[in-house]
T-cell receptor
Framework: KAGVTQTPRYLIKTRGQQVTLSCSPI?????VSWYQQTPGQGLQFLFE???????NKGNFPGRFSGRQFSNSRSEMNVSTLELGDSALYLC?????????????FGPGTRLLVL | GENVEQHPSTLSVQEGDSAVIKCTYS??????FPWYKQELGKRPQLIID?????GEKKDQRIAVTLNKTAKHFSLHITETQPEDSAVYFC???????????????FGQGTILTVHP
């Protein structure tokens, strides 16, 4: 099976702009989780989607949002970008039926906010 | 919420030596503990995981041990090789629904360097 894919791989934006990142899970996986990775804060959970519904959300401001489509592909959006949003954004997919499933990560989208 | 602490932050060993990375977690309800390896510029990849009904799990040169009473778990790598050099992350996941879905809480990572 093909692995988790993310597009774009790199993005440069300026403060105040918005950005949309995309994640395609492994075929058959219905759960997609998003994480922000920074040198200072490490890997932090943003939110999780399953069957087009957000089931869980981390402690990030409302500027961070997401959605999931019927084919399980997921997007996350960050509005009104701040310098501190510069990070590697990772998504991970799993089947979504159990609570102790392995999460498989995509390669990430590296976002630089100037 | 859950908090995971990981030590050491950096670890340098000679090829062939063993490496041990330790993590502690705060929520006794956590019951799934994966370890990920992330090479520079690459995605995190699962190397081993353990569930709370198991005390130890081994896969070739890699083993993980879990002490539920003390709320800590450890990664053991034997006969280290230069290609083991990477950042290693531990994580914990709660077993219930609701705020547990899809959420892994990660440690801060350990930079492992294996010198030839």
């Amino acid at each position: 099976k093909a692995g988790v894919t993310q597009t774009p791989r790199y993005l440069i934006k300026t403060r105040g702009q918005q950005v949309t990142l995309s994640c395609s899970p492994i075929s058959g996986h219905r759960s997609v989780s998003w994480y922000q990775q920074t040198p200072g804060q490490g890997l932090q959970f943003l939110f999780e989607y399953f069957s087009e519904t957000q089931r869980n959300k981390g402690n990030f401001p409302g500027r961070f949002s997401g959605r999931q489509f019927s084919n399980s592909r997921s997007e996350m959006n960050v509005s009104t970008l701040e310098l501190g949003d510069s990070a590697l954004y990772l998504c991970a997919s799993s089947q979504g039926h159990l609570l102790q499933e392995t999460q498989y990560f995509g390669p990430g989208t590296r976002l630089l906010v100037l | 919420g859950e908090n995971v602490e990981q030590h050491p932050s950096t670890l340098s060993v000679q090829e062939g030596d063993s490496a041990v990375i330790k993590c502690t977690y705060s929520d006794s309800a956590s019951n799934y503990f994966p370890w990920y390896k992330q090479e520079l510029g690459k995605r995190p990849q699962l190397i081993i995981d353990i569930r709370s009904n198991v005390g130890e799990k081994k896969d070739q040169r890699i083993a993980v041990t879990l002490n539920k009473t003390a709320k800590h778990f450890s990664l053991h790598i034997t006969e280290t090789q230069p290609e083991d050099s990477a950042v290693y992350f531990c994580a914990a996941s709660l077993g219930g629904g609701g705020t547990s879905y899809g959420k892994l809480t990660f440690g801060q990572g350990t930079i492992l360097t294996v010198h030839p």
